[in-house]
C-alpha cells in the first residue's frame, strides 16, 4: 500500500506561461480541501535544492488566478542534472516533511522530475505549462491559448501598418519544434502565408504565393513565421531573400518574442488550470504518479510521463487544409 500523503510540493520550471499561477492556486486550494499541507518551492528545482520553500495555504493564493507569469518563480538549475544535485534536493524536500511533487512547466521539467522518481521513488504528477502546446498527451497546454490571442491582437495591429503603407511583413512567433501558434493565428489573423516546421512551403512557392497575392490587386501581406522554420536560416534570411526576387515588394520583420509569453491567461487557460490542479493533487491521494496531466477531447486524462516527453504532437492537417483554402 502507498505512503498516506500529507504534504504535497509545488514548483514551476522552465519558461514561464500564462496559466501558471492558477494552476498553483488550483494545486494549494485542492490540497486545503483535502486537509492536506501544501509547500511552495520557489525557482523549481534550483529552489529545492537549496530548500526555497514556504508553506501555502488558501489565503496565500488569492488574487493570483488572472495574473501572468509565476509568482514561484522559476530558473534553471544544472546542479540539478547531476546525481549529487538531485541528492540535495531529496534531502531538502524531505527534511521539511514533503511526500510528493507537482511539477508545472515542459519537457524539460517532466524530464528531471522522471529521473529524481526513478532515483528516488518520489511520487510526482506534471501539469504542461508551455505555450507552445508541444506536449504529446494532451490536446492543450496552459498557456497556449492566451498566447494565440496575444500573437492574433498584434498580427491585427501589424496588418494596419501594412495595409497603411503597402508593405509586406514577416511576424515571426514562437514555435521552434512545432507550428501550432503559428498555423492557428495565421488562418485566425488572415495572413496570405504560413510558415511552419512541419511543412516545408519552399522559397518558389512562397515567392509565387506572394506574385499571386500581388497580381490579385493585393496592396500589402502578411506571413506568418514559427522561428522553427527550415526555409531560410531565420526570418531575416527570407526578407533579404524576397526583396531581391521580388523589388516591388517593401518588405518589413516584425519578431513578437517574449511577449507571447506574458499577460492575463484567458478564461480558456484559467478553466484548463483549475481543472489540471484539482487532477494532479487527486491522483498523487490515489496513489498515482509518474504521469502527466493532459485535456483530450475535453477530458482531463493522465499520461505516462515518459510517453509525454518521448511522443510528438502533431499539427492539425484539417487546419493546415483550410489555411491553404483560404490563402487563395
Do not use: W
Request: net charge neutral; glycine share 12%; charged share 25%.
Amino acid at each position: 500500500m502507498s505512503k498516506k500523503i500529507k504534504k504535497i510540493g509545488v514548483m514551476t520550471s522552465g519558461g514561464d506561461a500564462p496559466g501558471m499561477n492558477a494552476a498553483i492556486r488550483s494545486v494549494v486550494r485542492t490540497c486545503a480541501f483535502h486537509e492536506i499541507e501544501c509547500v511552495g518551492i520557489y525557482r523549481g528545482y534550483e529552489g529545492m535544492i537549496e530548500g526555497d520553500f514556504k508553506i501555502l495555504n488558501a489565503r496565500s493564493v488569492n488574487h493570483i488566478i488572472n495574473k501572468g507569469g509565476t509568482f514561484l518563480k522559476s530558473a534553471r538549475s544544472k546542479e540539478f542534472r547531476t546525481k549529487e544535485g538531485r541528492q540535495k534536493a531529496c534531502l531538502q524536500i524531505k527534511s521539511v516533511g514533503i511526500d510528493a511533487l507537482v511539477l508545472i512547466g515542459g519537457d524539460g521539467t517532466f524530464t528531471g522530475g522522471m529521473i529524481f522518481n526513478n532515483e528516488f521513488n518520489f511520487p510526482i504528477i506534471g501539469i504542461p505549462g508551455t505555450i507552445d502546446n508541444d506536449i504529446f498527451g494532451t490536446n492543450f497546454t496552459l498557456g497556449y491559448d492566451t498566447a494565440l490571442n496575444t500573437v492574433v491582437e498584434a498580427i491585427d495591429k501589424i496588418r494596419d501598418t501594412a495595409s497603411s503603407h503597402k508593405r509586406l511583413f514577416f511576424v515571426e512567433v514562437m514555435g521552434r519544434d512545432v507550428g501550432h501558434i503559428a498555423l492557428n493565428a495565421g488562418v485566425g489573423a488572415g495572413a496570405e502565408e504560413i510558415l511552419i516546421p512541419e511543412e516545408d512551403l519552399g522559397l518558389d512557392r512562397l515567392l509565387e504565393s506572394l506574385r499571386r497575392s500581388k497580381d490579385s490587386g493585393k496592396s500589402s501581406s502578411l506571413v506568418v513565421v514559427a522561428e522553427g522554420d527550415k526555409i531560410g536560416k531565420n526570418v531575416f534570411e527570407l526578407k533579404d531573400y524576397v526583396e531581391q526576387n521580388l523589388p516591388d515588394y517593401e518588405v518589413r520583420v516584425s519578431v513578437l518574442g517574449h511577449m507571447q509569453r506574458g499577460g492575463s491567461p484567458s478564461c480558456f487557460d484559467r478553466v484548463l488550470a483549475s481543472r489540471m490542479g484539482v487532477k494532479a493533487v487527486e491522483s498523487l491521494l490515489e496513489g498515482k504518479s509518474n504521469y502527466m496531466v493532459g485535456i483530450l477531447d475535453n477530458k482531463i486524462e493522465l499520461t505516462p510521463l515518459e510517453k509525454a516527453i518521448k511522443g510528438k504532437s502533431k499539427i492539425d492537417l484539417e487546419l493546415l487544409r483550410v489555411s491553404d483554402i483560404m490563402t487563395t
